[in-house]
């Protein structure tokens, strides 16, 4: 009796450790899930903003081939009213004044986040908070320049620093935006693309 309880006993214990063996295992396995659920997450997270990122890039470079000969046609039309000595001083006031005003009125119907250098740099300033790695491994910020080159130029296709009165580059609200924000790498980089052929 005392032998067979011994046994029992003997069993009961070995059966306790395998439950609690049991139970850690499936502590771990529960953790393991855990883990990979937050993994999942992260990214399907990252998946839906890639797409979402994706989708805005398309719409943007799209908007820019149809709107980048109206800028630079803008621009040559500004550029050849100021060259123009046949014109007086109120006629060249009057069609300046016109063309600055179509140059307003020229992203009008284009959605909110497109149609500023502001709004264009806020969503990649998005990117780089959300995705820092992606970001830095699709050199977004050496594209930066090329795809905001155009939205400046739009800004500041009236601007003739020889004119008097005329406002400094300074004043204009994509330098304004790009100094608030400290991106001194990103601001020296459109000066070369945007504000140097101006002036050269």
Do not use: H
Request: hydrophobic share 40%; charged share 30%.
């Amino acid at each position: 009796s005392s032998g067979i309880n011994a046994e029992y006993g003997e069993d009961a214990l070995e059966c306790d450790g395998r439950v609690e063996a049991s139970d850690k295992a499936l502590a771990v396995c529960k953790d393991k899930i855990a883990e990979e659920e937050k993994s999942i997450e992260r990214l399907s997270a990252a998946f839906q903003f890639y797409q979402e990122m994706r989708c805005y890039l398309n719409d943007y470079l799209q908007l820019i081939s149809v709107k980048v000969d109206q800028i630079s046609g803008l621009e040559d039309r500004v550029l050849e009213l100021f060259a123009n000595q046949s014109l007086s001083d109120k006629e060249k006031r009057g069609k300046y004044s016109a063309l600055t005003e179509e140059g307003s009125q020229l992203m009008s119907d284009v959605r909110e986040e497109f149609c500023s250098s502001r709004a264009v740099r806020e969503m990649f300033v998005k990117w780089k908070k959300e995705q820092p790695e992606s970001y830095k491994d699709a050199y977004i910020s050496q594209c930066l320049p090329r795809v905001m080159t155009p939205l400046i130029n739009l800004e500041m296709a009236g601007w003739n620093p020889l004119l008097e009165n005329s406002a400094s580059f300074e004043e204009f609200p994509w330098f304004l935006d790009l100094v608030g924000i400290g991106d001194a790498e990103l601001l020296q980089d459109l000066v070369q693309t945007a504000l140097i052929p101006k002036v050269t």
